[in-house]
């Protein structure tokens, strides 16, 4: 055969393909085509749901100390349950995939949240058997120091926190046949003609004293009633009011006072209640 012959054929084959290595197919290809279309797929739907619920974690975790870990753990669990179908659908195209890196941004996310959610449990946990502790005084503590008439009116002492101020919780009946009490918890200050944007509600009608007749100023009530013809209690009717004090009683104290004004609920004198100074835990 000629040397023309040779080169010839040598063509022929290459022209052919009869010398090419056969093309390897990647069978995470459509998978991770997929990633790159949000349509049709089950995991962009999953990312979507999980970035919600990181971010609601992260809210969650802000009030931990006040409302404690189960919340935050049920939407963690929910972050698993979210991802977990998606992470098995993907079975082995799963590693080194785009899905992959988003999760792994999300998990670094998720760590730091729990994280700062473990340092937060003890305040919680604090608070929770403080919380327990007053419950427990309040309730070993005798009828007679809890509640209260004053005329027409019943209170009922709900709850008594003095850490670094003292805040009382009370709950307010009308227990006439018809009359309806008009508490007044609030005055109005500051405003006059001259400077009419100038002023506020302040709270009024309550005041605490310890038995070395140290003074504790009302800061707030909850709620502030101004006027005679708001908030109307009818009879049978009670409600809610949340009183903060500037300070607490000195802890040798025996007794603390708490003075009523004659307006706050329509009484004709001031009235006093005496409670004994071990019910006022931190």
Same mark, same amino acid.
């Given at each position: ?49 999980? /970035? *919600?619920?990181?971010?609601?974690? @992260?809210?969650? &975790?802000?009030? $931990? ?5 189960? #919340? ?35 998990? /670094? *996310?998720?760590?730091?949240?729990? @994280?700062?959610? &473990?340092?937060? $449990? ?5 608070? #929770? ?154």
């Amino acid at each position: 055969m000629s040397v023309r012959s040779v080169l010839v054929l040598m063509i022929a084959v290459i022209s052919c393909g009869c010398a090419t290595k056969p093309s390897i197919v990647d069978p995470c290809a459509d998978f991770n085509r997929g990633m790159r279309i949000t349509a049709n797929r089950e995991w962009p739907a999953a990312v979507g749901e999980a /970035e *919600r619920l990181v971010t609601k974690m @992260r809210t969650e &975790s802000i009030s $931990i100390s006040r409302e404690g870990p189960a #919340v935050y753990q049920s939407l963690r669990d929910d972050y698993d349950a979210v991802l977990s179908p998606a992470i098995a659908n993907a079975g082995a195209c799963y590693d080194g995939s785009l899905f992959n890196s988003i999760v792994a941004r999300m998990d /670094e *996310r998720v760590s730091k949240v729990d @994280r700062s959610v &473990s340092s937060d $449990i003890p305040a919680w946990e604090d608070r #929770v058997a403080k919380r327990e502790a007053r419950s427990v005084a309040l309730e070993a503590a005798p009828d007679a120091l809890k509640r209260y008439s004053i005329g027409e009116v019943e209170i009922e002492i709900l709850e008594i926190q003095a850490s670094g101020n003292t805040r009382i919780v009370l709950r307010v009946t009308n227990q006439s046949e018809g009359k309806i009490v008009r508490p007044v918890t609030g005055a109005f200050y500051g405003f006059d003609a001259d400077s009419p944007e100038i002023g506020g509600v302040m709270a009024t009608g309550f005041t605490l004293y310890d038995d070395f007749d140290n003074r504790f100023g009302l800061k707030d009530a909850k709620p502030k009633i101004v006027r005679k013809d708001e908030g109307g209690l009818y009879p049978g009717v009670s409600m809610q009011f949340e009183l903060r004090f500037g300070g607490r009683p000195v802890e040798s104290s025996s007794s603390v006072r708490l003075v009523i004004d004659r307006a706050t609920f329509g009484y004709p004198e001031p009235f006093t209640i005496t409670l004994p100074r071990e019910l006022f835990l931190p």
